[in-house]
Structure formats: structure tokens, C-alpha cells
């Protein structure tokens, strides 16, 4: 039977970290398709993140512009970070950037990291999708994905990375990379076991969340990845855990919510996913893993400490 969080009290503490939240996103201004649709409650979804056990939340960057709003929300509370680096459907901008070459816009990214290491978690969000070649084609992909190795090896942070149907040229650039960073994440997982133990074999761990928890395929993926090599993320406001995925049925917890167009302060809104989600997706992985929740929690918290180079 599930549960809202704080009904049933516990002695124990989950000690959580979202890898990789889109929290510039304008939903969490109140903003949808350009329509003020409530007030931005994002204070309240960080609010309501630490209640739940979120200890930190990473911001994702995904071109230098969204790097630097990222960067701005970071620094307002200790509890969030973020990257720098280019998405590869957005590796364009390498090009299209007006009054700017594709060296000086690599080097705006290093020195963005540069003067703001203590809240830098990672380069990124780097790497192919073969999935939206519409926006940005194979080629551009390719170039820019290994040129921001550049960064990683200058700064020495790890790689935020995106893989979507393009795993074989993925890891040949990895491979051929693997001196110029320390380690990295693979976030929203949805590839297949080998592909996962080969990331692995490489250095990587494997960022899980609710796109890769979809089909009973993903489960059987999630469910033999060793834990060590773990990380949970909510990919927020996308990559929600919706009844209909193979995975709803190993959620414990429910939190209430309402239609933007029914907003109240302190719930949620329906089917714009938040950090505080990310106890759904411990749930689900540990009933996969054959784990208790608070000993996976602390596991993949070791684990995401580890790559980020954090205090435990």
C-alpha cells in the first residue's frame, strides 16, 4: 500500500542527491508554453525536496547560456550545484553563436567552470543522441562532443553524460578520451546490460531515474547493474514515474498533486516532476536490487560523493 511521505514516521534518515535537475526550467516559474500559470513556487520544490532527504540537487547546463542561468541558481542555497557544458542537440551553438568561434565559446565554458569550481559538480551535459538528429545533425555531434573533453581535462571535473541510440560511437570517443577525465556519469539510462557494464568498464556509473525504469526490458537492466556503480536522478520536470510504466508497481510513496490550472502553494503540480520524486525512484531500484532502501540510499549517496569529489 503506498503511502504519502510523513504519515508513517521513521527513526531513519534517507540521505539523497538528485544528479541531474532542469530546475531553469520556466514550469518551475509558473511559466508553461509562455503562459504565467500559477507563481513560481521553486523555494517550495526545493522545500519540499530536503524533506524528503534530498541533500543536494544538480542543476543541468545545457548550453553556455543555460550554464550560466544554472550557475546563478546555484549559488542562492548550499543545497544545489550545477554543470557547464553543451547538450549535443544544442552543439549548434558552437557554430551559430553570433560574434563568437566555436574556440572562444569552448573557452567561455572553461572559464565559467574556472571562477566557480565550488559549485561546479561536473562538464556537461556532453555526449550523442542519435534519437533528434533534427536539431542538431551526426557530424556537429560528434565534434563537439569530444572537443568538451577539453574542459574535463582542464579542470579536472567528471562528465555529466547523454547517450541516446548511439552507444557504439559513444564509447569509441570515450575510449579514445579515457586519459583526459577522471570519471563521469552516464544520467537517464535507458541502454541495454552490455551496454551499461561496458560504461562501466570505462569508468562511468549509470544515472537512473524514471525514463530508465519505463518497460520490464529497463527493469531487467537496473536490476543487474552492481549498486556500487549507481546513481538516482529525476531529470525534473521531465521523466516523471507514471502508472502506466513497468516500474509503478514497486513505488511505495505517493505525494499529492494538482493540475497547474489548480495550484496551491505547498503541492505539487500534476505531471511536472520534481526532485523530492527521486524517493520513487530509490523505491523501484531497490525492490530490483533486492535492497533495503535506506542501504541503497547510503550506498549510491557513497557513490555520487565519490565521482564528485564531496564529503561523506
Same mark, same amino acid.
Given at each position: 500500500?503506498?503511502?504519502?511521505?510523513?504519515?508513517?514516521?521513521?527513526?531513519?534518515?534517507?540521505?539523497?542527491?538528485?544528479?541531474g =535537475?532542469?530546475?531553469?526550467?520556466?514550469?518551475?516559474?509558473?511559466? #508553461?508554453?509562455?503562459?504565467? =500559470?500559477h507563481?513560481?513556487?521553486?523555494?517550495?520544490?526545493?522545500?519540499?525536496?530536503?524533506?524528503t532527504?534530498?541533500?543536494?540537487?544538480i *542543476?543541468?547546463?545545457?548550453t553556455?547560456k543555460?550554464?550560466?542561468?544554472?550557475?546563478t541558481?546555484?549559488?542562492?542555497t548550499?543545497?544545489? #550545484?550545477?554543470?557547464?557544458?553543451?547538450?549535443?542537440?544544442?552543439?549548434?551553438?558552437?557554430?551559430?553563436?553570433?560574434?563568437?568561434?566555436?574556440?572562444?565559446?569552448?573557452?567561455?565554458? /572553461?572559464?565559467?567552470?574556472?571562477?566557480?569550481?565550488s559549485?561546479? =559538480?561536473?562538464?556537461?551535459?556532453?555526449?550523442?543522441?542519435?534519437?533528434?538528429?533534427?536539431?542538431?545533425?551526426?557530424?556537429?555531434q560528434?565534434? #563537439?562532443?569530444?572537443?568538451?573533453?577539453y574542459l574535463?581535462?582542464?579542470?579536472g571535473?567528471?562528465?555529466?553524460?547523454?547517450?541516446?541510440?548511439?552507444?557504439?560511437?559513444?564509447?569509441?570517443?570515450?575510449?579514445?578520451?579515457?586519459?583526459?577525465?577522471?570519471?563521469?556519469?552516464?544520467?537517464?539510462f535507458?541502454?541495454?546490460?552490455p551496454?551499461?557494464?561496458?560504461? *562501466?568498464?570505462?569508468?562511468?556509473?549509470?544515472?537512473?531515474?524514471?525514463?530508465?525504469?519505463?518497460?520490464?526490458?529497463?527493469?531487467?537492466?537496473?536490476?543487474?547493474?552492481?549498486?556500487?556503480?549507481?546513481?538516482?536522478?529525476?531529470?525534473?520536470?521531465?521523466?516523471?514515474?507514471?502508472?502506466?510504466h513497468?516500474?509503478?508497481?514497486?513505488?511505495?510513496?505517493?505525494?499529492?498533486?494538482?493540475k497547474?490550472?489548480?495550484?496551491?502553494?505547498?503541492?505539487?503540480?500534476?505531471?511536472?516532476?520534481?526532485p523530492?520524486?527521486? /524517493?520513487?525512484? /530509490?523505491e523501484?531500484?531497490?525492490?530490483l536490487?533486492?535492497m533495503?532502501?535506506?542501504?541503497?540510499?547510503?550506498?549510491?549517496?557513497?557513490?555520487?560523493?565519490?565521482?564528485?569529489?564531496?564529503?561523506?
Amino acid at each position: 500500500m503506498r503511502r504519502f511521505l510523513g504519515i508513517m514516521a521513521t527513526s531513519r534518515k534517507l540521505r539523497m542527491i538528485d544528479i541531474g =535537475a532542469n530546475l531553469t526550467d520556466p514550469v518551475f516559474q509558473g511559466m #508553461y508554453r509562455g503562459k504565467q =500559470a500559477h507563481p513560481s513556487d521553486l523555494e517550495d520544490v526545493l522545500a519540499r525536496a530536503r524533506e524528503t532527504g534530498v541533500e543536494k540537487i544538480i *542543476i543541468t547546463g545545457g548550453t553556455l547560456k543555460d550554464s550560466e542561468g544554472a550557475l546563478t541558481m546555484a549559488k542562492t542555497t548550499e543545497q544545489l #550545484y550545477c554543470t557547464v557544458g553543451c547538450h549535443p542537440t544544442r552543439c549548434g551553438e558552437f557554430e551559430g553563436t553570433a560574434g563568437t568561434s566555436p574556440e572562444q565559446y569552448l573557452e567561455q565554458l /572553461l572559464t565559467l567552470v574556472e571562477e566557480n569550481k565550488s559549485k561546479v =559538480a561536473a562538464i556537461g551535459e556532453c555526449g550523442l543522441d542519435y534519437d533528434r538528429l533534427h536539431f542538431c545533425d551526426k557530424p556537429l555531434q560528434l565534434k #563537439y562532443f569530444e572537443k568538451q573533453f577539453y574542459l574535463s581535462e582542464k579542470t579536472g571535473l567528471p562528465l555529466f553524460l547523454h547517450c541516446r541510440n548511439a552507444f557504439g560511437d559513444f564509447i569509441d570517443i570515450i575510449e579514445r578520451n579515457r586519459t583526459r577525465f577522471s570519471g563521469g556519469v552516464v544520467h537517464s539510462f535507458t541502454g541495454t546490460l552490455p551496454e551499461a557494464m561496458c560504461a *562501466i568498464e570505462h569508468g562511468l556509473y549509470i544515472g537512473i531515474n524514471g525514463c530508465s525504469l519505463k518497460t520490464a526490458e529497463n527493469l531487467e537492466v537496473v536490476r543487474a547493474i552492481p549498486a556500487d556503480k549507481l546513481m538516482i536522478e529525476t531529470d525534473a520536470p521531465w521523466c516523471e514515474m507514471r502508472p502506466t510504466h513497468a516500474s509503478s508497481k514497486l513505488i511505495e510513496t505517493s505525494f499529492p498533486s494538482k493540475k497547474k490550472e489548480r495550484w496551491e502553494r505547498g503541492v505539487a503540480v500534476k505531471s511536472r516532476n520534481e526532485p523530492r520524486n527521486i /524517493l520513487c525512484v /530509490l523505491e523501484a531500484v531497490a525492490k530490483l536490487q533486492k535492497m533495503d532502501k535506506f542501504e541503497l540510499a547510503d550506498q549510491i549517496y557513497r557513490n555520487t560523493c565519490t565521482l564528485f569529489k564531496w564529503a561523506i
